[in-house]
Nanobody, 118 residues
Framework: QVQLVESGGGLVQAGGSLRLSCAASGRTFSNYVMGWFRQAPGKEREFVAAISWNGITTNYADSVKERFTISRNNAKNTVYLQMNSLKPEDTAVYYC???????????WGQGTQVTVSS
C-alpha cells in the first residue's frame, strides 16, 4: 500500500493556473502508475490524467487535453498536475491515485479542493 497526500488546491479565477502535488510514501513509488481524478458536487468521480511509472507515457481526459499536464519526479516520490486555462467546470475535489501490478487504482489520497470562479 502507498500513502498519498495531495496539496496545491485553492480558489482561482477562470483562465488562471494551479499546480497540484501528490506526495507518496510507504512503497516504491516508481513501481506505480499514477493518476489524477476529480469529483464535482453531485457528479461521479472522473478520470483526469495518468502517467506511466517512468513518466514516458501519459494520457488525458478529452476535457483537459492541451490545458493540463501530468508529470512525476520519482526521486521526490511526487506526481504533479499543472492546470492552465482553468474553467469553472474544472471545479472539483481532485484526487491522486496509485495503480500497482493489478493496474487498478487501489490507493487514494484524501483530495484537494479546486474552485474556479467565473
Amino acid at each position: 500500500q502507498v500513502q498519498l497526500v495531495e496539496s496545491g488546491g485553492g480558489l482561482v479565477q477562470a483562465g488562471g493556473s494551479l499546480r497540484l502535488s501528490c506526495a507518496a510514501s510507504g512503497r516504491t513509488f516508481s513501481n506505480y502508475v499514477m493518476g489524477w481524478f476529480r469529483q464535482a458536487p453531485g457528479k461521479e468521480r472522473e478520470f483526469v490524467a495518468a502517467i506511466s511509472w517512468n513518466g514516458i507515457t501519459t494520457n488525458y481526459a478529452d476535457s483537459v487535453k492541451e490545458r493540463f499536464t501530468i508529470s512525476r519526479n520519482n526521486a521526490k516520490n511526487t506526481v504533479y498536475l499543472q492546470m492552465n486555462s482553468l474553467k469553472p467546470e474544472d471545479t472539483a475535489v481532485y484526487y491522486c491515485a496509485a495503480a500497482g501490478a493489478t493496474n487498478e487504482y487501489n490507493d487514494w489520497g484524501q483530495g484537494t479542493q479546486v474552485t474556479v470562479s467565473s
